[in-house]
């Protein structure tokens, strides 16, 4: 498929860009603690800008040295000293033939260092951020918004000495200026409270002031959230007013997007979540509006990206963790190398649960260099071997593509269909990234010719001319401990896409409320006329060790698409058209799915391997039990070292 749309060059106001993808600004934490640029700040945004989109913008970049800042690794345009920095930033992104644009910042409620002082419209806090840091705002005197106006201001003007193309204002996602723009937020009973066009005022000073210290014809954006998805918050009708009145200021361009954090899954939208959440609302501000539209929110493939910039939708796409995932995105679709392109799965474990959750840098659950640009090729080994590798899943596939790349011999072993415990999400809506991710993962294998034996994988086998092994044969699904007899049909969690049409209309129970029953529940919601039932033993779902936000929303998501939770249910035996719980009670069901997890992988085979004299590594599930994250990166790094 050509995206010709999409590669098209596009205008925002006296700025063209050689194509309507914007690199949205993710951050990265990668700044030095003082807000200046570092060295892998400057490699991450040379990264994104070869690979190719028209206008990569730089992460939110706080704007005083009073409350600005909202997290640790932040860059600053704070003062004199950040702007030498963020012109070799700006610098090295242009030299790309990408244009580079910055989003300035003030985080309010939303500041995750831990310390006062913590300024926002009003008293309301966050409660998540209340209860972590013992932190609640300070409501900003009129002195103190004049002082942020004027900080903002200042700070665009860095940004233009700096040598960037477009400077934004971050207005969305529940920081400083949405905290004043929603009734939720602003109790405020001053001329920055109140009515819809009071607490619109200090975004439209903020512009003027940013408009009186650039060129008239230097672009200005603002990013809006066309609703922050909170009851009693900000409606789409006053964003609509709020974009018009932004035009009329100057403003050259509105990035739109939604959510914030105490919505999360608006605002980093999760794998359960639907693609392109925002779209009815930034079209309504298309419509309203004379100046360009970027659309924003898990655009996360060319395929949905063309359509909206080919049907008018928007403007331009603008691209976050899609291109985390791969920066080289634009350019792989660009020249028709859709399938390459390393897909995205809306998991936000290694971006947000092990990367800027744990105060470190910004991660990626399939990108194991991300925030390492260039630090950890895969390079081309000193001496090729032959190399065998155990298992056709996740961490196999990954293997088996990085050890093909480092010059050696692959062959390998799976008696199945590619793609192991990734197969389960074909054919399921909600795990649509995931599916995109095995078919990338197959493909690689595929394109590069590696040689794929369907047999089992056993010592004498993996002995046989092979310099070295790499066991990547998973981890076996954890047993159920009681007896099972008759009817109903028992199934285990990957079973589920198989036998769609068995299970319609039926009652099928899911015996387990960690991630994998959870995950299993909405899959069986989808298919039509099915009444899920959850059981779990423990007094809550998800009590292992989830991604957060999974632990946060995807109980509300099982909610909505009508499964039952049952808690403190602990299944003792599976009967005909029954399961009974401990006590007695029987749960009627015409098919149970047992979602136990899975058990420590065995270790005999790898045994067997080491008295053989066969240097051998275990990766994935099979050196220990984890998520898509771990099985990628222990197979990428595993690989590169051989």
């Not at 993710?26 to 994104?48: E, I, M």
């Not at 090295?92 to 910055?102: D, S």
């Not at 928007?314 to 390393?342: C, H, N, Q």
């Not at 809506?429 to 197959?442: I, M």
Request: charged letters at 20%.
């Amino acid at each position: 498929m050509a995206f010709d749309a999409l590669f098209t060059p596009g205008t925002i106001g006296s700025l063209t860009t050689r194509n309507r993808i914007v690199k949205s600004p993710n951050t990265t934490a990668t700044c030095n603690p003082d807000g200046t640029v570092s060295q892998r700040t400057v490699n991450h945004y040379r990264a994104l800008g070869e690979g190719g989109p028209g206008l990569v913008m730089v992460e939110y970049t706080y704007v005083d040295d009073d409350a600005s800042k909202s997290i640790h690794g932040q860059p600053g345009a704070s003062n004199q000293n950040h702007v030498a920095g963020l012109g070799w930033l700006a610098d090295e992104i242009r030299a790309t033939g990408a244009r580079a644009g910055l989003q300035l910042v003030h985080c309010g409620r939303q500041r995750f260092l831990g310390t006062a002082p913590m300024k926002s419209a009003s008293r309301s806090s966050w409660d998540v951020a209340e209860m972590s840091f013992g932190v609640t705002p300070e409501p900003m005197t009129p002195d103190e918004i004049a002082g942020v106006v004027r900080s903002f201001g200042e700070a665009a003007g860095r940004v233009y000495a700096a040598g960037f193309d477009l400077v934004e204002i971050h207005a969305g996602h529940g920081y400083m200026i949405t905290n004043f723009l929603s009734p939720f937020t602003n109790d405020r009973t001053d001329a920055y409270g109140g009515s819809a066009e009071n607490r619109a005022r200090i975004l439209l000073e903020i512009v003027d002031s940013v408009r009186a210290n650039v060129p008239a014809d230097f672009p200005v954006s603002v990013r809006v959230s066309v609703s922050d998805y909170e009851p009693g918050g900000i409606t789409i009708d006053e964003t609509v007013e709020l974009c018009r009145r932004l035009e009329e200021h100057g403003v050259t361009v509105i990035h739109a997007s939604g959510g914030h954090h105490a919505r999360m899954e608006y605002e980093v939208s999760g794998w359960f979540m639907e693609r392109q959440p925002h779209r009815w609302g930034w079209e309504k501000i298309k419509a309203a509006v004379t100046v360009p539209v970027i659309g924003s929110g898990s655009l996360v493939t060319p395929e949905v990206a063309e359509d909206v910039v080919s049907s008018g939708s928007a403007d331009f796409v603008s691209l976050g963790r899609a291109m985390i995932a791969d920066p080289a995105w634009a350019e792989k679709a660009r020249t028709g190398r859709r399938l390459e392109i390393v897909p995205c799965i809306r998991c936000n474990d290694g971006c947000l649960h092990r990367g800027l959750d744990l105060k470190r840098s910004t991660g990626c659950t399939v990108n194991p260099q991300m925030g390492e640009e260039g630090r950890f090729p895969v390079g081309t080994a000193a001496t090729p071997l032959r190399v065998a590798v155990a298992g056709g899943g996740p961490a196999g596939l990954r293997a088996a593509a990085a050890l093909h790349d480092r010059g050696h011999t692959v062959v390998l072993f799976e008696p199945g269909e590619l793609g192991g415990a990734l197969n389960h999400a074909v054919g399921s809506t909600v795990k649509q990234d995931l599916a995109g991710l095995r078919e990338h993962l197959v493909h690689e294998v595929e394109r590069r010719g590696i040689e794929v034996r369907r047999e089992a994988a056993d010592a004498a086998a993996l002995a046989d001319g092979f310099q070295q092994v790499v066991l990547a044969t998973g981890a076996p699904q954890r047993t159920f401990g009681g007896p099972v007899s008759g009817v109903p049909p028992v199934l285990g969690p990957g079973e589920i896409s198989a036998r769609r049409e068995e299970l319609a209309g039926r009652r099928v129970v899911v015996v387990g409320g960690g991630f994998q029953g959870c995950e299993s529940s909405l899959r069986l919601a989808e298919i039509p006329g099915t009444e899920v039932t959850v059981l779990e033993a423990a007094g809550a779902l998800m009590r292992g060790d989830e991604v957060k936000y999974d632990v946060f929303s995807l109980p509300g998501r099982m909610a909505e698409a009508g499964v039952t939770v049952r808690t403190d249910a602990e299944v003792v035996a599976v009967a005909e058209k029954q399961v009974e719980l401990a006590g007695g009670e029987l749960v009627d069901a015409d098919a149970v799915v047992l979602a136990l997890g899975r058990e420590a992988a065995p270790t005999t085979l790898k045994d067997d391997l080491g008295r053989a004299g066969v240097p051998v590594v275990a990766v994935g599930s099979a050196q220990k039990h984890g998520r898509v994250y771990d099985a990628l990166h222990s197979a990428y790094f595993a690989a590169r070292l051989i």
